[in-house]
């Protein structure tokens, strides 16, 4: 496969949806993000990587990390037992938008999935309890995975956060009524907002999340996750990396993947390879949109999904 082509391709494709999308303007640190950019990034299993665009230009993860925070909790808890963190939160879609708070009552504090903020809220409070700095054991692991000793928290994205953070405190303190924290409110949002403000390339979280496509195996050929985790994990993104678009965007790019309002979407070709396609322009459901039509025309020229 000559990926440099498909990517050139699939970026001639996507342009003309690079304007449609919104920027997240709900902390100004966002808002002042270009709508004008576009990268696409593909790391092959065996390390190769291939960019188009803006692919070495690092952006917001945002909830790009939840799928890493996930990760890092089951390869802590593995060894068959990985149910701890599943009795505190499901796999199902929510079909509600990501930082609703609708579902928690009715479902006494177990959120229904952990790439929802409720949900990775709980596992970044396992994450917490496990290695006892939750945003920086996660920093630590994607500068290794990359290879990119340099990435760094944002400070100005963590601190909006805090100080727009009330929707996402509220469903903390929520899930701490129903017992379901084992760590202070305060202390939980700080390290989840921290993780979020992480900045990272196209060609970073493609390299980072190439044990996902390895069956679980890390850059440097170690064991992170036993197959069936990476497997697990891989499906969650499937059926809830998406929020409540994931039902169409498995019909559109048939593929795992992980979105965050930075306008970053992570996908995973499992044996294959992972991309990363950022551009800011997001939808009403906070994906983006020229990250989406690329992604799909992905898929389509060169015939690859799980399906
Ligand atoms: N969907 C997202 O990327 C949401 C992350 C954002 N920091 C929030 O908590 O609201």
């Given at each position: 496969m000559d990926y440099q082509a498909v990517l050139e391709e699939v970026a001639a494709h996507a342009r003309p949806f690079v304007r449609q999308g919104r920027v997240a303007d709900y902390i100004p640190a966002l808002e002042r993000?270009?709508?004008?950019r576009f990268g696409i990034a593909v790391a092959d299993i065996h390390g190769e990587v291939y960019g188009v665009g803006d692919w070495e230009v690092p952006f917001s993860v945002q909830s790009i990390s939840k799928a890493f925070s996930l990760a890092l909790v089951m390869a802590q808890s593995h060894?068959?037992?990985?149910d701890g963190i599943w009795r505190r939160v499901g796999?199902?879609?929510?079909?509600?938008?990501?930082?609703?708070?609708?579902?928690l009552e009715a479902e006494n504090g177990?959120?229904?999935?952990?790439?929802?903020n409720a949900g990775a809220l709980v596992v970044t409070d396992r994450l917490q309890t496990l290695t006892g700095d939750a945003s920086t054991s996660m920093l630590h692991f994607l500068r290794e995975e990359s290879g990119n000793p340099d990435l760094a928290f944002d400070q100005s994205v963590a601190d909006s956060e805090a100080e727009h953070g009330d929707r996402n405190a509220a469903l903390a303190y929520f899930m701490a009524s129903f017992?379901?924290?084992?760590?202070?409110v305060p202390s939980v949002i700080e390290h989840y907002f921290w993780q979020c403000s992480i900045e990272m390339s196209c060609r970073d979280l493609a390299v980072a999340g190439g044990f996902l496509a390895r069956h679980g195996l890390r850059a440097d050929g170690?064991?992170?996750?036993e197959a069936r985790e990476a497997k697990r994990i891989n499906a969650v993104m499937l059926t809830?990396?998406?929020?409540?678009a994931a039902g169409e965007f498995a019909y559109r790019v048939g593929l795992p993947a992980k979105s965050g309002v930075g306008g970053g979407i992570i996908a995973v070709i499992p044996g294959r390879c992972t991309l990363c396609v950022w551009s800011p322009g997001l939808d009403a459901r906070g994906n983006s949109v020229a990250g989406a039509a690329a992604l799909d025309h992905f898929t389509t020229l060169t015939g690859w999904s799980v399906f």
């Open positions: 993000v270009s709508a004008d060894g068959g037992h990985d796999r199902e879609p929510s079909g509600t938008p990501f930082n609703s708070l609708v579902q177990i959120p229904r999935n952990p790439f929802i017992g379901n924290l084992e760590n202070p170690s064991r992170l996750l809830c990396g998406t929020y409540d």
